[in-house]
């Protein structure tokens, strides 16, 4: 548990050395006052270090106690019971503090193994076949609407983030291995900080009451609540983001350091409905337009609320793009975020997922290029 190459621990040691040495010398040349003298010095070093040095080296603070102890039973043998009890309390204490060590140790390699480091290049790879673009040129809303979302929450900015990175950055892992018992001084990773929420379909259906369904149909309590953007006075507009926020969720992208290394990765999905006044609107459709995984945009085609895990498969059905898609998404590429389309009680919609600077750790897109959109249709009461 100790490193060898450690300089402060090679110091401990030659300063214990070096102390017990002149105190064993002087009190067997002879009890003077210059024996006193280097025990009342050599003690008030060691009251000194002595914190700082059980901090950052309990073993060796230990060895030190030892080293003093020493001549002081040669001087005074009446000490003796006292210096025995001044060594084997601190190795008690030490023995504790080695087995939660080595405990915490573990739990912290079951962990590693529970959430490794992995690569998204199988995830993203039809990405490094699509045509680089310039980034776009946006319009001065679509960038204040930008800057507002990167200013917002980060993947490193949320527990379980935080806590993936410091479990798998290198300088965590040296910290826990280095001298005195590192593990136990580092602040406590808890499993229930790893945990992540269970992706489950998620429906538009609208419950004929409020106990047909299960409550986590309406809202999961269970689910990560997210740093939500301030109203923009457009209550479509307000759906749209809700979902996008939900959709997007940092807190599910775990501890990212570049496309070829992370962990705790969880595939973007809906974990909620998006809240809408059941007395003005009803969600009829809510689709996932992708607009780089194939040669043309294409909007894939399911029975619940976009999931990644289900819409990644090869298998899924796609459809090509409608006329107001078609038309709505060149907005989409600078002038606007959302673009509203209404005819009579029907509705059509189309909002905006667009690369901030969260997102091109891992996406090899510009900041600002859309990533895909969501399509809609709602019916107003």
């Known amino acids: 548990l100790a490193g060898p190459t450690s300089p402060p621990l090679w110091a401990a040691i030659v300063f214990a050395t070096v102390m017990g040495g002149v105190f064993t010398w002087v009190t067997h040349r002879e009890r003077s006052w210059h024996a006193y003298g280097a025990l009342t010095v050599g003690l008030m070093l060691i009251g000194c270090m002595f914190p700082f040095l059980w901090w950052l080296f309990p073993f060796f603070s230990c060895l030190l106690l030892a080293f003093i102890g020493v001549p002081l039973a040669v001087i005074e043998p009446s000490w003796r019971k006292s210096v025995l009890v001044a060594t084997i309390v601190p190795s008690i204490v030490i023995g504790g503090v080695l087995w939660q060590g080595t405990a915490r140790q573990r739990r912290m390699e079951a962990w590693r193994g529970q959430f490794p480091v992995e690569s998204l290049d199988s995830r993203l790879g039809y990405e490094d076949v699509h045509e680089k673009v310039e980034p776009p040129e946006l319009s001065g809303r679509v960038e204040a609407e930008l800057r507002t979302s990167e200013g917002r929450s980060t993947p490193r900015s949320n527990l379980r983030s935080f806590t993936l990175e410091r479990l798998h950055t290198e300088a965590s892992h040296r910290f826990a291995i280095t001298q005195g018992f590192g593990v136990s001084r580092m602040p406590s990773l808890t499993e229930r900080a790893l945990a992540s929420h269970s992706i489950y379909d998620v429906t538009l259906r609208e419950p004929r009451h409020e106990g047909q369904y299960r409550e986590s149909e309406y809202h999961d309590e269970t689910v990560w609540e997210f740093d939500r953007r301030g109203s923009t006075g457009n209550e479509l507009a307000d759906l749209h983001w809700f979902g996008a926020d939900d959709f997007l969720h940092p807190a599910a ?99 905006a997922l667009r690369a901030d600077s969260r997102c091109l750790e891992c996406h090899q897109v510009a900041r600002g290029e859309l990533l895909g959109a969501f399509t809609y249709r709602i019916t107003k009461r």
């Open 253 to 351: 992208w775990g501890y990212v350091d570049g496309r070829r290394r992370v962990s705790g990765f969880l595939p973007h999905a809906f974990h909620q409905r998006p809240p809408v006044r059941r007395d003005a609107y009803v969600i009829g459709q809510l689709n996932l337009v992708s607009l780089l995984r194939f040669e043309t945009p294409r909007v894939y085609l399911s029975g619940q609320l976009p999931r990644m895990d289900q819409l990644s498969s090869q298998e899924t059905p796609t459809r090509a793009l409608d006329a107001f898609e078609t038309e709505a998404i060149g907005s989409l590429h600078g002038a606007t975020d959302v673009v509203i389309d209404y005819q009579g009680r029907q509705i059509r919609m189309l909002g």
